[in-house]
């Protein structure tokens, strides 16, 4: 596939499947009736949850510094947050264009070189990756028999055992080509080496047990908020914790399909609480409430972000 092509697939196909997500989202749930029930929620929760997202956005910022001192930049924590801001608002354009705008916010105002400072997000990256690994690997256990049910009610024994074989046989290529350093299995090989290496290199900073630290708070900040907004609607009193979970994991995903999980969000919240016998209405208003609470956030620390970063710095070669 030709470069340019590529790149033009890479922002229009999330674009387009937002809108798609966001035309299905609405022919479940009429416009009129998701205002109806959004009026109803409870803001004073809603705002909770937005104050968890911002923490978690503090504690991110802060976590950066960890990884540059080593390299020996000394990073001011105010430019730290507001790239960090600022790379969630620039997600909502171009998905995962913000970790370059951030790193290049950086080399501009800080010094940092971009291979250096995009290197450190990539680290950053592969930690999150692993913490929500811990998260699935969690929920899986906690909800075995559940989910052991649900897939033999929704899936013929047949079916499973179809499953089962092609999941082994593709292990067992997996473990045949372990070698290979082209094609296909060559670059899943490389990635997941890339991912351990990325991972053991935390281990060798200064501040790897604050890193650590930080990161694990904040994944429970990001969990806080998904489980405080629930609270805000009298329908989804009661839910169950692994409703919970699992719609984190699902909501979780949709932000790195889509722009922002623009459409997607309420629909994979819909989609992992309908597996709990959660009517649709209430599931969709959560999703659009939640999103919409997120996204209001973004856009205004964001923005005031991209606003204030050369106000802030006009004076840093004096």
């Known amino acids: 596939m030709r470069p340019k092509l590529k790149k033009v697939l890479t922002i229009v196909i999330p674009i387009l499947l937002s809108i798609a997500l966001v035309w299905y989202s609405l022919s479940k749930v009429p416009l009129d009736t998701l205002i109806s029930e959004a009026k109803g929620a409870d803001f004073r929760w809603i705002a909770l949850s937005v104050v968890c997202l911002t923490i978690s956005h503090v504690s991110r910022a802060y976590r950066w510094l960890f990884m540059l ?7 001011k924590f105010k430019n730290s947050l507001m790239a960090v801001f600022a790379t969630y608002l620039i997600n909502y354009g171009i998905p995962r264009s913000g970790e370059i705008a951030r790193a290049s916010i950086l080399t501009n105002y800080e010094g940092v070189p971009f291979e250096k400072g995009f290197g450190t997000i990539i680290a950053e990256r592969v930690a999150d990756m692993i913490v929500m690994i811990f998260i699935i690997f969690i929920t899986l256990i906690l909800q075995f028999e559940f989910i052991v049910q649900f897939f033999s009610e ?9 499953i089962g074989i092609i999941v082994l046989v593709g292990l ?16 899943v090989r490389n990635f997941i080496n ?6 053991l290199s935390i281990f060798k900073m200064e501040k790897k047990w604050a890193f650590i630290g930080h990161t694990l708070f904040i994944w429970s900040m990001y969990l806080l908020m998904f489980y405080t907004t629930t609270f805000a609607f ?3 009193s009661g839910i169950p914790i692994a409703a919970v979970l699992i719609g984190f994991i699902s909501a979780s995903f949709s932000i790195a399909a ?3 999980g623009t459409g997607a969000y309420p629909a994979a919240v819909y989609a992992a609480f309908s597996i709990f016998g959660i009517a649709k209405n209430p599931s969709f208003a959560f999703g659009w409430v939640l999103w919409g609470s997120q996204t209001l956030m973004t856009i205004i620390l964001g923005g005031m972000s991209l606003i204030m970063l050369p106000i802030y710095n006009k004076n840093k070669d004096s």
């Open 234 to 236: 009298d329908s989804l």
């Open 194 to 199: 890339g991912i351990i290496e990325g991972a």
């Open 258 to 260: 889509t722009n922002g």
């Open 69 to 75: 001192e080593p390299l020996g930049y000394k990073v």
């Open 172 to 187: 067992v290529l997996l473990f045949a080509f372990r070698k290979s350093k082209t094609g296909i299995i060559g670059k």
């Open 154 to 162: 929704h899936f013929s024994i047949n079916t499973l055992i179809i």
